[in-house]
């Protein structure tokens, strides 16, 4: 038996979602045919309000609904320090852990050929202007642990060589509960180079 038109578009749009199979999105499919229209209809605009509504922040590319996001517009935040991450869920992850009060900006991306994103589809040149204008003492760059992240971390750097600021990079290393002997060579090596005093 074929699914109908209907539901076999439903079942293709949910499954472009990052992470999301053909079993999974087959899943979603049949829930949503379960709801009734109200919440169909919430779902629905909820998904284009979002889309609609969010835009970038004028000043580090994070989401926001105005010009400029809450993080840039909190004067209890330390402005002399800025967090270059690849996108804003990375800064999420990091404010969620209340232990960074500096701000952030958003690089939307690493550098990546393979995938046609080159330095010019990297918002990297708005962060140069924030260091003069907010006179930035330190850059620390937290872009992920992979060829693509480190690329971008080394090009970063060296740009950054040119301006009076602090360069760091966030360390990584054996995760909190993990066992040496699960871990592999490059994450103990890494772990090694971060290690500090106690």
């Keep these: 038996m074929n699914y109908t038109k209907s539901f076999e578009n439903l079942i293709d ?22 709801m009734d229209n109200f919440n169909v209809q919430e779902f629905s605009k909820a998904l284009l309000d979002a889309k609609n509504n969010i835009k970038r922040c004028k000043i580090c590319g994070n989401i926001t609904e105005s010009n400029i996001c809450e993080v840039c517009d909190d004067n209890s935040r330390d402005h002399s320090i800025v967090c270059v991450v690849q996108h804003y869920k990375d800064a999420y992850n990091i404010d969620k852990t209340n232990s960074y009060h500096g701000t952030y900006h958003i690089l939307n991306g ?7 994103m080159g330095v010019d589809e990297l918002n990297i040149n708005s962060l140069f202007e924030r260091i003069h204008k907010e006179h930035i003492k330190e850059v620390i ?16 750097s060296r740009l950054l060589s040119k301006y009076d600021v602090i360069i760091s990079r966030i360390a990584y290393g054996v995760p909190l509960g993990a066992s040496l002997d699960y871990t592999d060579e490059f994450t103990i090596s890494k772990a090694l180079e971060g290690r500090r005093k106690i």
Excluded: W
């Design 13 to 34: 749009n949910l499954s472009k979602l990052p992470g999301v199979g053909k079993r999974s999105a087959e899943r979603m499919a049949y829930q949503i045919l379960d």
């Design 110 to 116: 690493a550098i990546n050929p393979m995938n046609g």
């Design 141 to 156: 760059i937290a872009t992920n642990p992979t060829t693509e992240g480190e690329t971008t971390a080394l090009y970063l």
